[in-house]
């Protein structure tokens, strides 16, 4: 194992190559053991669920097996949206909560992020004493033997659990016709059932996984799919996810993209929330439409790590990020897309006013998102290129106080995500084109 193994989301990368080798899965877990040992002085209780890549049950199967080695009793749930997980570590009471997926990203890619005690994800000091544990592996002694090795069972209630606690926050959907994109992932375990029980007739979409085509042209990552099928079959609004179903976003009648934006705007304004948290990508229109009618909007970097932090800092209940993954700390302990799609479904109801009438509220500034392929050694250097520097001051100058222009690397990904925003759609496309092309250049192998 490396160190530095930790990104923003838990551990990611090829699955078959290190860190994503079934042997660096069972170091992990051993690892994991080790260190709550270390922290509980007992024999510590692990969840663990998946999404619906192939090398899912590899990779789950070695951090299990590594867990069990080193003690620890494991629980299976099998395919599980990630937030189930979360829910069913705070609710069983176990010590950790781990998902193997990479959610969002490609096929190809998996992960392992893991969840502490109550279902939130580790602070950055739990996940170093994980890593250097694993970076002690030889060091750490002999495994268990006889009736110390650790014991395994199927949680067989698990997801009934889950589904009843999402019944619990839906909106009845009766007569309603809505469309599920369900990214091939997690989902499929039972979105389509949640909303039939809440009355909703569903029409659904990529909702058959073959372990390989997860997030493949679909999902929450391309929206057209819900959009297209909004428009062509006539539907009430449709709902789209992310592979591990963390994420949700919403199509109005008009087949327009509901962002996590707009979702935090329509609960705040009919919950009553004063202040939310949200990101430096957040739409600049929302957030003065939100000032005027006196919602606060803090901004903490990309990634729902940091937003989950500044929310508990500030006590707040409501947070998110555009992307879909939205927080509600009131009701659930991590990011949950179900929740987040039947809360802000439920605001709609309780507001008397359709999503498409919210949609012609609530302004936007025209935002553009590149997201820029440079090598994967160049990534967090690019953006602290002063030649990016440069132009990316320049864009600003340009812009003034009616615009904003971000250029981050993405932390799971060989990617420069490039975010201009302004009030001028024509302005917007070409400061954005500049900086793709500046990033590319400086990007590029050496």
């Known amino acids: 194992m490396t160190r530095n193994l930790f990104g923003t989301d838990g551990v990611r990368g090829v699955a078959g190559r290190a860190p994503m080798r ?7 877990g051993r690892a994991t053991a080790n260190r709550l040992f270390e922290r509980l002085g007992r ?11 192939r090398s899912g049950p590899m990779l789950a199967q070695a951090f299990s097996a590594g867990a069990m080695a080193r003690g620890a009793d494991v629980r299976w749930v099998g395919v599980l949206p990630t937030p189930g997980v979360a829910f069913l570590t705070d609710r069983n009471g176990h010590d ?3 998902v193997v997926s990479a959610s969002h990203n490609p096929f190809d890619d998996n992960g392992i992020k893991i969840f502490g005690a109550g279902g939130r994800k580790l602070p950055d000091a739990e996940e170093s004493a994980i890593e250097a544990w694993c970076a002690r592996d030889a060091e750490s002694g002999p495994d268990r033997t006889g009736a110390e090795i650790g014991a395994a069972r199927t949680d067989g209630d698990g997801v009934d ?3 009843d606690f999402l019944r619990r926050h839906a909106p009845d959907l009766s007569g309603r016709r809505i469309g599920l994109d369900l990214a091939n992932g997690a989902a499929t375990a039972l979105a389509a059932g949640l909303f039939r029980d809440v009355g909703a007739e569903v029409h659904a979409i990529h909702d058959r996984p073959d372990g390989r085509n997860i997030n493949d042209r679909c999902g929450s990552t391309h929206p057209d799919a819900i959009r297209t099928l909004v428009r ?5 609004l449709g709902v789209t996810f992310d592979g591990d179903a963390d994420r949700a976003l919403l199509a109005d009648r008009h087949g327009r993209l509901v962002t996590g934006d707009h979702m935090m705007a329509i609960v705040a304004r009919v919950r ?6 949200a990101t430096v990508m957040t739409n600049l229109g929302i957030e003065r439409w939100l000032n005027a009618h006196g919602v606060t909007v803090h901004r903490t970097r990309v990634g729902d790590r940091y937003v989950l932090e500044a929310m508990l800092e ?5 947070g998110g990020e555009a992307s879909g993954h939205l927080l509600f700390l009131d009701l659930a302990p991590s990011g949950d897309g179900l929740l987040s799609a039947f809360r802000t479904l439920a605001a709609v109801h309780a507001s008397g006013t359709p999503l498409e009438a919210w949609m012609d509220e609530i302004p936007t500034y025209p935002q553009l998102l590149r997201n820029v392929r440079v090598a994967p050694d160049r990534k967090d250097a690019v953006a602290r290129d002063p030649r990016v520097a440069e132009a990316v001051a320049s864009a600003e100058r340009e812009l003034g106080q009616d615009g904003r222009v971000h250029v ?6 060989p990617l420069v995500r490039v975010m201009v925003e302004g009030p001028e759609s024509e302005q917007v496309t070409r400061i954005a084109d500049a900086l793709e092309a500046t990033v590319t250049r400086v990007g590029a192998p050496a």
Do not use: K
């Open 314 to 318: 500030r006590e707040l209940r409501l």
């Open 272 to 277: 009553g929330d004063r202040e939310i948290q």
């Open 161 to 163: 659990a889950y589904a």
């Open 232 to 236: 062509d079959e006539g539907l009430d």
């Open 22 to 28: 079934a042997e660096n899965a069972f170091a992990l």
């Open 408 to 413: 981050r690397p993405s932390g799971t990904e």
């Open 43 to 53: 024999v510590p209780s692990i969840v663990i669920g998946m999404d619906t890549r």
């Open 96 to 98: 950790a909560g781990v």
